[in-house]
């Protein structure tokens, strides 16, 4: 059966969900759209090592959107070495935004990309752009220091902390604490947490007087 890629565009730009999933599934088969767009959407990677609470972050914020701007989620998540295949726990924690008619989410695998991205993320990213998304939540794979990709697509970068992971700032300084906006110690909870964002507010100060 012959698909009428112009007739899912159009679909999509008027905000069909199924329009979106289908073009972007044609994406992860090596289909080139070809999109001419204008950069306008906002582009919010959030990085950070497993378990740092990056889909709780996004939860959150996402939720926290007017609900008259088009937002889209796009959890990126480690591919099996075995399979090739990816367990896509990320879009299940936040299942529950899928029903806001203004929040379309997407998990894809990494297929073996040691940058934390790949070609049909990047591709993904122009999509939403040509329909008219706002916002786009970009969560990696939460690498360690490999996970740097995000910087050449994001405008803003959040970078999330958590406490007990060992020395924190030294094991993240290469890569990702180069590139971070925004740093977040998370899980705030954990009296830990107070060590983080003590390290990190010197770090901050000193990257300043660089």
Do not use: C
Not at 203 to 210: H, T
């Amino acid at each position: 059966m012959s698909i009428n890629i112009d007739e899912l565009l159009n679909k999509a730009r008027n905000w069909d969900k199924a329009a979106i999933a289908k073009l972007i599934s044609l994406i992860e088969d090596g289909y080139d759209l070809n999109l001419k767009i204008a950069r306008k959407t906002h582009v919010i990677g959030v990085t950070g090592p497993p378990g740092a609470g990056k889909s709780t972050l996004i939860y959150a914020l996402a939720r926290r959107l007017s609900e008259d701007k088009r937002v889209a989620i796009l959890t990126v998540d480690p591919s099996s070495p075995f399979s090739g295949g990816s367990f896509m726990g990320n879009r299940i924690r936040m299942q529950d935004l899928t029903m806001k008619p203004n929040i379309y989410i997407r998990s894809m695998a990494t297929r073996g990309n040691r940058g934390g991205l790949n070609y049909a993320t990047v591709a993904s990213l122009d999509l939403f752009e040509y329909v008219g998304v706002d916002y786009v939540f970009l969560e990696t794979v939460g690498a360690g220091q490999t996970d740097t990709d995000v910087r050449h697509v994001a405008d803003t970068i959040l970078v999330l902390v958590p406490p007990l992971s060992g020395d924190e700032i030294q094991a993240l300084k290469s890569g990702l604490m180069e590139i971070g906006d925004i740093y977040i110690a998370s899980k705030s909870d954990n009296q830990a947490s107070e060590s983080v964002y003590r390290d990190l507010t010197a770090m901050a100060e000193v990257m300043s007087q660089v």
